[in-house]
């Protein structure tokens, strides 16, 4: 009876639907979609992005073909990726060597330039590249929710070749028992994988390289750079920049707990706290010097070093604000994603498993972890793969300073151009934060920006501004509105364009 009554009621309300032509609540299906479809022209890519490609690249060497991968049997992927090549290769040439990385490289689509070469790591420490791939930046995606993989239209690919890399070892596919210290180990790992690499496909040996890569990544980027720029021969490629995505670079209580409560403040809405905890956060946000941080430190130019808070570079005792707004975002939003804070229930499915702030299989096996796809791209069919690594990569930790108080201005003095991208939805690392680390280090001469950055400074083509930029001496800084942390997944087209910057293939960032 009851159920015959609900079903009458949805009757009258589908006839109301059906019927009245002017009511707002109305589903009009084909009104809305024309609004959707011409919304989506203003992110469509500005083809061509560079100039048509010559030719395809072959490889001389016969071993290439060993890892050569058809485009057309990628499982699950219902058109022509396109050839790549993928598998293992060792961090050095030692007969007896066992530590071994997995990669994937592209060559570019058909408007990519022939010229360059990007290299793509994702962080963690131990996550691996080939979420980036898949969810990022890669020339097929099956994101969150995504019901089947789809071309993307903003693959690093449509710029030049593309490699990702799960390292160091320990992340992914990788062989080997992890053994490094610091992060000069792991560049000289890199370095070691990057010359066996350049062994078997030998036609890119003398690319432009660009190094990219997010969060934990804004760590390894600079020390693999300033490894490259520090030992000239090493590697036979002509590296010209880094681009870092919402990148660890210094002190936790800078990214995370110093700008937490204003940027709580910002998003008000969002985080719905009750008043009586707002009043708690600023109370403390008081005693613990970082409620007027911002106003008082954070000028361009800076008057001088910026001073941490307190006496901790994490937290000092009662000043933890981070993980007490975790703890109540998750109260009143059990989907609270610390890398995008706009997500709420449900938590969408996830082939690789990571949908959010905690990993969570909805299905078994993952994507990465199918017998099928392993044996496709030649990945060890006995490694159960994870998106971020059971292992510890660092067995004793990484006794390396944060990049921005070491080898980040060096490596920006060397570089053609360097980029630091950071999403301003994003809460694991904040963007307020990155302006704090970057007024703080001096590169070229100075201290900080000497320029305040100006709103509404970031313009995407066709579509307008989509956040802030602001370069100076050679250092070139983008705030990405309504994108979490892994900006290539949340704002596409946002991160392509920033890499066409750094590229120089466009002049104005
Ligand atoms: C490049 O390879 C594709 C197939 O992979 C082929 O269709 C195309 O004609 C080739 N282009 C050139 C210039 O060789
Ligand atoms: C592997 O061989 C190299 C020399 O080729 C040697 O220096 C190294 O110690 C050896 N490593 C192991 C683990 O045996
Ligand atoms: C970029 O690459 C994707 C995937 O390969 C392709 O579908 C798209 O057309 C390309 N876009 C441009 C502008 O070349
Ligand atoms: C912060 O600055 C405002 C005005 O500039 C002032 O009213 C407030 O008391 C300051 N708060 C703290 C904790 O210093
Ligand atoms: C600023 O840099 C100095 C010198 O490297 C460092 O001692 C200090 O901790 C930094 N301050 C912040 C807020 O990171
Ligand atoms: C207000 O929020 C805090 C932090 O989540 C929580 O502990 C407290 O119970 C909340 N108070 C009310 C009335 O909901
Ligand atoms: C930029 O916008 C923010 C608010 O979004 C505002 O507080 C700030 O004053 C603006 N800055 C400038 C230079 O106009």
């Keep these: 009876m009851f159920s015959a009554r609900v079903l009458l009621i949805f009757f009258g309300i589908a006839t109301v639907f059906l019927t009245s032509g002017t009511d707002a609540r109305q589903i009009r299906k084909k009104e809305l979609h024309a609004r959707q479809l011409e919304a989506a022209k203003r992110w469509q890519p500005s083809a061509p992005v560079r100039r048509a490609a010559p030719k395809n690249i072959t490889f001389s060497n016969p071993r290439a073909s060993e890892f050569f991968v058809d485009g057309k049997s990628i499982p699950e992927v219902d058109f022509d990726v396109g050839p790549s090549w993928s598998g293992l290769l060792p961090i050095s040439g030692n007969k007896n060597e066992t530590r071994k990385l997995f ?56 710029l030049s070749s593309v490699l990702w890399v799960e390292q160091p070892v320990g992340t992914g596919f990788s062989q080997g028992t992890p053994n490094i210290k610091n992060e000069d180990d792991l560049a000289a790992q890199l370095v070691g994988f990057m010359q066996q690499f350049l062994e078997v496909f030998s036609e890119l040996k003398n690319k432009k390289l660009y190094v990219s890569g997010e969060s934990y990544a804004g760590t390894y980027v600079p020390y693999i750079a300033n490894y ?58 008081a005693t613990c010097n970082y409620a007027n941080y911002t106003k008082q430190h954070l000028t361009y130019p800076p008057t001088g070093l910026l001073p941490l808070p307190g006496k901790s570079t994490s937290a000092d ?25 706009f997500d709420t229930f449900p938590i969408l499915w996830d082939v690789l498993g990571f949908p959010g702030s905690f990993p969570q299989e909805q299905i078994s096996p993952l994507y990465f972890d199918r017998a099928d796809v ?10 159960q793969w994870d998106e971020c690594s059971n292992v510890n990569v660092f067995p004793h930790g990484d006794a390396s300073l944060p990049s921005a108080l070491s080898v980040l201005p060096n490596v920006i003095q060397k570089s053609q151009r360097t980029v630091i991208v950071h999403g301003l939805a994003d809460f694991i690392l904040i963007a307020e934060g990155t302006r704090i680390v970057i007024q703080n280090m001096t590169w070229n001469g100075l201290q900080g920006f000497q320029t305040p950055i100006a709103n509404d400074s970031f313009i995407v083509d066709g579509v307008g501004s989509l956040g802030t930029s602001h370069s100076e001496r050679g250092l070139t800084f983008f705030e990405v509105e309504l994108s979490g942390h892994m900006i290539p997944q949340f704002s596409p087209k946002a991160a392509f364009q920033t890499m066409q910057y750094l590229m120089g293939f466009r002049q104005n960032p």
């Design 228 to 285: 490259i720029y520090e030992h000239p021969g090493a590697l036979e490629l002509d590296l010209q920049g880094i681009w870092i995505a919402d990148p660890s670079l210094s002190w936790d209580v800078v990214q995370t707990q110093i700008p937490a409560v204003d940027f709580v403040h910002k998003y008000e809405n969002v985080f719905s706290f009750n008043q009586t905890f707002m009043a708690q956060l600023d109370k403390i946000a």
């Design 317 to 341: 005792r009662g000043c933890d604000v981070w993980d007490m707004i975790f703890d109540a975002a998750l109260l009143v939003n059990p989907a609270f994603n610390i890398y995008r804070i």
């Design 103 to 158: 990669f994937w490289f592209f060559p570019p689509g058909p408007q990519g330039s022939l010229d360059d070469l990007i290299f793509w790591t994702n962080g963690g420490p131990g996550c691996s590249s080939l979420e980036g791939l898949l969810q990022e930046n890669g020339p097929f995606s099956w994101s969150w929710g995504q019901a089947k993989p789809t071309p993307n239209e903003f693959s690093w690919t449509n």
């Design 374 to 383: 392993k044996k496709v791209i030649h990945a060890p069919a006995n490694v």
